[in-house]
């Protein structure tokens, strides 16, 4: 591990973390879904993770090729993801090539630099998230060579990809041609890592319930047009978007959501009929509660 801050600075959970992420996930069989899963599992397991992405992380694309302010709350086009799904769907997506750089940024901010290569030929329903929606988008992940952790107050705040190499574009899946997901000739519902399946254990005895609160919970928000806005596509414009149209990322905005029906803060301008918001407020305050317990029995 190396620092750019001089060799009298350094950040041990940020090294620990950098070890345990190639540890877990090691530069040798790039596509293999297998390995993609052990990865996942590793990462998972990661007790210094567990502990340093306690909140909302902010996950998305930052130009770094010049002086720039790390900061989440100074860019726009930043999805909030909970920690368990960054953890389990969207860091192995990843290889993790070696060693990264801890450095220091002026105003307190500590930045863990690792270089990655990203996993393109998976089956698409092991993306948790149909990111070939948008050519562009897809392409920078392919491209990606960097993931930038960021520490604020000694917490993970965002998770940036950088660098591009446009040698790593191989792979163009097409235009996405169905809806944000969709059925396969087996019934299974895909993209399979964006579904509970996936980023909880088999043997996890909450998530049998939670599915079943979530189902529902999914239902009355579709009918009250909240996935209008939550999408991929973003098409509100929100500098910080929260998808509520995958479950592994309605999971991260649990407590929001109960905040948001309790304030009567969403749509905005347009409050719901106050049957429909009571409703799901109720619905949210159970799966808040359900979640939470499946949460915690995925602690390292």
Same mark, same amino acid.
């Not at 047009?225 to 500098?239: E, I, M």
């Given at each position: 591990?190396?620092?750019?801050?001089?060799?009298?600075?350094?950040?041990?959970? /940020?090294? $620990?973390?950098?070890?345990?992420?190639?540890?877990?996930?090691?530069? /040798?069989?790039?596509?293999?879904?297998? /390995?993609?899963?052990?990865?996942?599992?590793?990462?998972? $397991?990661?007790?210094?993770?567990?502990?340093? @992405?306690?909140?909302?992380?902010?996950?998305?694309?930052?130009?770094?090729?010049?002086?720039?302010?790390?900061?989440?709350?100074?860019?726009?086009?930043?999805?909030?993801?909970?920690?368990? @799904?960054? $953890?389990?769907?969207?860091?192995?997506?990843?290889?993790?090539?070696?060693?990264?750089?801890?450095?220091?940024?002026?105003?307190?901010? !500590?930045?863990?630099?690792?270089?990655?290569?990203?996993?393109?030929?998976?089956?698409?329903?092991?993306?948790?998230?149909?990111?070939?929606?948008?050519?562009?988008?897809?392409?920078?992940?392919?491209?990606?060579?960097?993931?930038?952790?960021?520490?604020?107050?000694?917490? &993970?705040?965002?998770?940036?990809?950088?660098?591009?190499?446009?040698?790593?574009?191989?792979?163009?899946? +097409?235009?996405?041609?169905?809806?944000?997901?969709? !059925?396969?000739?087996?019934?299974?519902?895909?993209?399979?890592?964006?579904?509970?399946?996936? !980023?909880?254990?088999?043997?996890?005895?909450?998530?049998?319930?939670?599915?079943?609160?979530?189902? +529902?919970?999914?239902? /009355?928000?579709?009918?009250?047009?909240?996935?209008?806005?939550?999408?991929?596509?973003?098409?509100?414009?929100?500098?910080?978007?929260?998808?509520?149209?995958?479950?592994?990322?309605?999971?991260?905005?649990?407590? $929001?959501?109960?905040?948001?029906?309790?304030?009567?803060?969403?749509?905005?301008?347009?409050?719901?009929?106050?049957?429909?918001?009571?409703?799901?407020?109720?619905?949210? &305050?159970?799966?808040? !509660?359900?979640?939470?317990?499946?949460?915690?029995?995925?602690?390292?």
């Amino acid at each position: 591990m190396t620092s750019a801050c001089g060799d009298d600075f350094e950040f041990e959970p /940020a090294e $620990r973390i950098a070890r345990d992420l190639v540890i877990a996930c090691p530069g /040798a069989y790039l596509n293999s879904e297998s /390995a993609r899963n052990e990865c996942a599992f590793g990462i998972g $397991r990661s007790a210094t993770l567990f502990d340093y @992405t306690d909140g909302l992380i902010r996950w998305g694309r930052l130009d770094t090729s010049e002086d720039v302010d790390f900061d989440p709350s100074s860019h726009t086009d930043l999805t909030k993801l909970g920690s368990l @799904t960054v $953890r389990r769907a969207y860091l192995s997506m990843f290889q993790f090539l070696g060693e990264g750089t801890i450095e220091k940024i002026d105003d307190g901010t !500590i930045i863990l630099r690792m270089p990655v290569k990203f996993r393109n030929a998976m089956s698409l329903g092991a993306y948790p998230e149909a990111f070939w929606w948008n050519a562009n988008l897809w392409d920078a992940y392919q491209g990606t060579t960097e993931i930038v952790f960021v520490f604020l107050d000694e917490r &993970i705040v965002a998770i940036y990809l950088t660098g591009r190499d446009n040698a790593r574009l191989t792979r163009d899946p +097409g235009p996405l041609v169905t809806d944000w997901t969709w !059925i396969d000739d087996d019934g299974i519902t895909q993209p399979y890592a964006a579904q509970f399946s996936y !980023i909880f254990s088999a043997d996890n005895p909450y998530v049998a319930e939670l599915e079943e609160i979530a189902d +529902g919970f999914d239902f /009355a928000m579709r009918a009250a047009d909240c996935t209008s806005c939550h999408v991929p596509s973003n098409p509100a414009g929100l500098r910080h978007v929260g998808l509520l149209n995958y479950p592994n990322q309605t999971l991260g905005l649990r407590e $929001r959501l109960v905040v948001v029906f309790e304030t009567r803060s969403m749509p905005p301008g347009m409050p719901l009929e106050d049957h429909v918001n009571a409703d799901l407020l109720e619905r949210a &305050i159970a799966y808040d !509660i359900v979640a939470d317990l499946a949460i915690a029995f995925e602690a390292p």
